[in-house]
């Protein structure tokens, strides 16, 4: 029942940091509507490289345009300038390496229907027997945990996170269908 995995992460961007982001300055409204940010120093080629990068990741789910650009923010922590100026950058490689970066400090970002979605997704595997049992399970620890919290704690596999597993499948076997 791994269903808040690391394509989550991954498909919405990036993973997460400890170190705190980049100090920001409000410039102009990206195409989805958010204000997009600039780094400090950063210049146009790095604001072109960020709103590419957010334009690209958020296009199947527009409304995840502000963790996309917060993990481009953790990226540009993390990798320095010179490795973003390109646009397309940060890499899917490159935001493999730092998940647990961006999702500690961007998965407040990412809209709880959206990780709702993601996570029925991967736990019916397209099994439509599977639906009461995964919605159970939903319920059961969006009870424990915010969906920002649920993404931050699996990626890091915290014992809160593995306890909170447990008790949702305890309260939802009677609904798993019958292998």
Request: one cysteine or more; aromatic letters at 6%.
């Amino acid at each position: 029942m791994r269903h808040l995995t690391l394509l989550l992460v991954l498909a919405a961007c990036g993973g997460g940091s400890s170190e705190p982001p980049p100090k920001t300055t409000p410039t102009t409204t990206s195409d989805a509507g958010s204000a997009a940010t600039t780094v400090d120093g950063g210049g146009d080629d790095l604001i072109a490289s960020k709103k590419a990068f957010v334009a690209e990741w958020s296009k199947e789910e527009p409304s995840t345009d502000g963790y996309c650009g917060c993990a481009w923010d953790v990226a540009r922590t993390a990798y320095g300038d010179d490795a973003l100026r390109p646009k397309g950058t940060p890499s899917q490689d490159d935001l493999a390496k730092i998940h647990v970066k961006v999702a500690s400090q961007c998965a407040s970002l990412y809209p709880a229907d959206v990780i709702e979605k993601m996570f029925m997704s991967g736990c019916t595997k397209k099994n439509s027997e599977m639906q009461q049992y995964c919605a159970c399970s939903w319920a059961e620890l969006a009870k424990k945990m915010s969906p920002g919290e649920l993404v931050v704690e699996r990626v890091k596999g915290t014992e809160k996170y593995q306890t909170a597993l447990r008790a949702s499948a305890n309260a939802c076997g009677k609904l798993r269908p019958a292998r």
